[in-house]
T-cell receptor, first 112, second 116 residues
Framework: QKEVEQDPGPLSVPEGAIVSLNCTYS??????FMWYRQYSRKGPELLMY????GNKEDGRFTAQVDKSSKYISLFIRDSQPSDSATYLC????????????FGKGTKLSVIP | GAVVSQHPSWVICKSGTSVKIECRSL??????MFWYRQFPKQSLMLMAT???????TYEQGVEKDKFLINHASLTLSTLTVTSAHPEDSSFYIC?????WGTGELFFGEGSRLTVL
């Protein structure tokens, strides 16, 4: 079993839809969870950073962590064509460590 | 946000040649830089952690003699793929950490290597 599982998609939704992206993980040591957005042929950019279980909201984006289920989610409200990208989850065991373990990424297309 | 620049963004080379990829932090000093490799439809795989002024730490399975990493200054790390082969064709991405400890991580734009 891989440490981080993420459905690669592709996922296509109409503009304005609510998008739900998910990752599961097996390593209970992971404490810090991140979501990155990667446009085609570009490096990833950090969207959300969360610690431990709970929700964190930033504009149209909400990150959710359920450590008991080893499950994290990213919700995008009112999706826009500019949200079309690959979304990668990443996680690490300690705050000072950026030796991240990444998911495969989910490719999202928002259709106008 | 901080800017991390990679060069070149695209490189095509013949099998057996060596290719150098540069990663620069443009507006901050990066004590730690990371190199990743990303195959199509695969996750980023950490290759090595590079600390300024010291030898890089390679992940298991990454050949340190093939992927030479040099972090000679606080703003520059280089990855040299030596004697490249077609199976080395991939997207190579660097990231740089600001400051120490819990500094934020910024990624470069990536370098696509194609070995013919």
């Amino acid at each position: 079993q891989k440490e981080v599982e993420q459905d690669p998609g592709p996922l296509s939704v109409p503009e304005g839809a609510i998008v739900s992206l998910n990752c599961t993980y097996s390593n209970s040591a992971f404490q810090y969870f991140m979501w990155y957005r990667q446009y085609s042929r570009k490096g990833p950019e950090l969207l959300m950073y969360t610690y431990s279980s709970g929700n964190k909201e930033d504009g149209r984006f909400t990150a959710q962590v359920d450590k008991s289920s080893k499950y994290i989610s990213l919700f995008i409200r009112d999706s826009q064509p500019s949200d079309s990208a690959t979304y990668l989850c990443a996680m690490t065991a300690s705050a000072g460590s950026y030796q991240l373990t990444f998911g495969k990424g989910t490719k999202l297309s928002v259709i106008p | 946000g901080a800017v991390v620049s990679q060069h070149p963004s695209w490189v095509i080379c013949k099998s057996g040649t060596s290719v150098k990829i540069e990663c620069r932090s443009l507006d901050f000093q990066a004590t730690t830089m990371f190199w990743y490799r990303q195959f199509p439809k695969q996750s980023l795989m950490l290759m090595a952690t590079s600390n300024e002024g010291s030898k890089a730490t390679y992940e298991q399975g990454v050949e340190k003699d093939k992927f030479l990493i040099n972090h000679a200054s606080l703003t520059l790390s280089t990855l040299t793929v030596t004697s490249a082969h077609p199976e080395d064709s991939s997207f190579y991405i660097c990231s740089a950490q600001t400051g120490w400890g819990t500094g934020e991580l910024f990624f470069g734009e990536g370098s696509r290597l194609t070995v013919l």
